[in-house]
């Protein structure tokens, strides 16, 4: 074979299975040497989703599984083995790949051969020793102990008379998690960004190794909690497909009614920090009761205002009475039609409209190279959305819009966010009439994972896309699992929206991305 024919080999089956209701995976192994060429001409046809490392039986190897998807069609997963070998790097072909191949090196300690820059990512070279790749089998426990903080230093890239880089972070006050970054300047123009993560790498992908189902979706739920219910629905998903259950047609509607409720706060929350960054504190406090009153709704029905341990292997943890879905639907409507309110009165204030329209701006194609997901790339027109291109859940029986903005400032992501809103709430009202009688069909807690093998499950989280790999024992333990977040993806080109503006315009585009540390620092 050669990389034409695979390439040839995987077109066939991509058209053939597309044509069936049922969404298949096209899994095939090639050469390290032939992925360069064959991702170059993969990446127009498909979404590059990530690198998922797999256990391989030979010693000092790992088998990488370059996964992309597509609309509507199979998923496609490339199947590389290094044999303790060079692989080479996709970065110089798919941008996309940049960061999850340093991932990769830093915790697997795997080597991409022509990649510029390896090393000191996850793992910082000053309190970290080389060669720890905590990822490796059996090479790491989680309590080895590393080297005290030192000085890491600031990188520079500007090298004309005058310039300097100004420091932020890693410390800040209030609940910011620890992030970095070298703002580069002659002046008062950014001219070039660092970012810096990783200050509290948690290694719950370690963690999760030996765990149970059970308790692996309560470590995996975690890992975000303010996107608790979305990650757990993506590892979920994965364990049902590994022990074949099947869901309720009650319990799918139900999973779609609180992802939505958690898209919703979620952006309530990413606009209220939009406007507090802009200095109005007014609107900004009125959004923030708003998102308060959802959370209570949240925390009175389900037990936890972020919604932690409603998704379950197999359905949810409980039901609800359809009285109750009514009353939530009608409490949101309130919700939604006050913030929708106040968001449209700001479209007339000409002083914030300054503060965002032109600023940050990342082109379509700037998106397109990093991969982006989430509303941060249907801002840029990218119109990518998992629950459109592959459906889960009850999503194909809902009907709503996937909003794209054209400009790609920090203007159009307000917009994005407050129109997926209205979208989200469009979906939520559509669910009370569409549910079976309670009770009726909800399973119980039975399951058994009896095959040692590899199944993903994935979720359009608010932020964007969350995609788990999770590979069992036969006795339905978990040996190895990898969480590709949308952090790791947006975090990546948040640098290049904030070239060529001023130090002032920097929160405001921060809080206009509305990214997670926590995601990215799992």
Same mark, same amino acid.
């Given at each position: ?5 695979? /390439?040839?080999?995987? !077109? ?51 088998? !990488? /599984? *370059?996964?992309? *998807? ?18 080479? +790097? ?10 999850? @191949? ?22 910082h070279?000053s ?15 989680? #309590? ?11 990188? #520079? ?18 609940? &910011? ?6 703002? @580069?300047?002659? =002046? @008062? ?9 990783? *200050? ?30 979305a990650?757990?629905? &993506? ?5 049902e ?7 309720? $047609?009650?319990?799918?509607l !139900?999973?779609?009614f ?15 920090g ?6 109005l ?12 009153? !959802? ?6 029905? +389900? ?7 409603? %998704?379950r ?22 919700i ?10 700001? +479209?007339?204030?000409?002083s914030?409209?300054?503060r965002?329209?032109g600023?940050g701006?990342?082109?379509p ?12 790339? #249907? ?11 592959q ?8 009907r ?5 903005q ?5 203007? &159009? #992501? ?12 469009? %979906?939520v009202q559509q ?28 979720a ?8 788990? =790999? ?6 339905g ?7 590709i977040?949308?952090?790791l ?5 948040f $640098?290049h ?14 809080a206009t991305?509305?990214l997670?540390?926590?995601?990215l620092d799992?």
């Amino acid at each position: 074979m050669t990389p034409a024919s695979v /390439l040839e080999h995987i !077109l066939s089956q991509h058209a053939e299975m597309s044509a069936t209701a049922e969404v298949n995976w096209i899994r095939i192994a090639v050469q390290p040497s032939w992925l360069p060429e064959l991702v170059g001409q993969l990446a127009p046809l498909w979404t590059f989703a990530g690198i998922v490392p797999e256990n391989d039986p030979q010693p000092q190897s790992v088998r !990488l /599984l *370059y996964v992309f *998807y597509a609309p509507k069609g199979p998923w496609l997963g490339i199947e590389v083995r290094n044999h303790g070998q060079n692989v080479p +790097t996709i970065s110089d072909t798919l941008y996309a790949a940049d960061w999850q @191949e340093r991932e990769m090196e830093d915790l697997f300690d795997v080597q991409f051969e022509g990649h510029p820059q390896l090393g000191d990512f996850v793992l910082h070279d000053s309190h970290w020793p080389e060669g720890t790749a905590p990822m490796k089998r059996h090479s790491w426990e989680i #309590r080895q102990k590393v080297n005290g903080f030192q000085d890491l230093g600031t990188p #520079r890239i500007v090298e004309a008379p005058g310039s300097f880089v100004m420091p932020i972070g890693p410390i800040y006050s209030g609940t &910011a998690e620890s992030i970095q970054f070298g703002l @580069e300047t002659v =002046g @008062e123009e950014i001219v070039f960004a660092h970012i810096r993560p990783f *200050y509290k790498y948690r290694a719950v992908e370690k963690l999760l190794e030996g765990r149970t189902p059970a308790v692996a979706l309560l470590i995996g739920e975690r890992i975000d909690g303010l996107t608790a219910l979305a990650h757990a629905l &993506a590892m979920a998903q994965a364990f049902e497909t590994l022990a074949g259950v099947q869901i309720s $047609p009650r319990a799918k509607l !139900l999973r779609v009614f609180w992802a939505e409720i958690e898209r919703i706060r979620s952006h309530i929350q990413v606009l209220a920090g939009i406007l507090e960054s802009t200095g109005l504190s007014v609107p900004a406090n009125l959004i923030q009761a708003l998102e308060e009153e !959802l959370l209570q709704i949240s925390g009175a029905l +389900t037990g936890h205002r972020y919604l932690f341990e409603v %998704i379950r292997i197999g359905g949810l943890r409980r039901d609800w009475s359809d009285a109750d879905i009514q009353s939530i639907a009608k409490r949101l409507a309130l919700i939604v039609e006050q913030a929708q309110r106040i968001l449209d009165a700001l +479209t007339f204030d000409n002083s914030f409209l300054d503060r965002l329209e032109g600023v940050g701006t990342l082109s379509p194609e700037k998106a397109g190279t990093h991969g982006l997901v989430g509303p941060v790339a #249907r801002a840029s027109g990218i119109s990518r959305d998992l629950r459109i291109w592959q459906p889960y859940a009850a999503y194909d029986q809902v009907r709503f819009d996937v909003p794209v903005q054209a400009e790609g400032d920090g203007y &159009a #992501r307000f917009r994005q966010l407050s129109q997926e809103i209205a979208q989200s709430y469009r %979906i939520v009202q559509q669910i009370p009439r569409m549910l079976m009688p309670a009770g009726e069909g909800f399973p119980g807690d039975g399951f058994r994972i009896t095959e040692a093998r590899t199944a993903f499950g994935y979720a359009e989280s608010p932020a964007g896309a969350v995609l788990c =790999g999770v590979s069992s024992n036969r006795q339905g333990m978990v040996e190895r699992c990898r969480m590709i977040t949308p952090g790791l993806v947006n975090w990546h080109a948040f $640098p290049h929206a904030l070239r060529h503006f001023a130090f002032q315009d920097f929160p405001i585009i921060l809080a206009t991305f509305g990214l997670s540390v926590a995601d990215l620092d799992r």
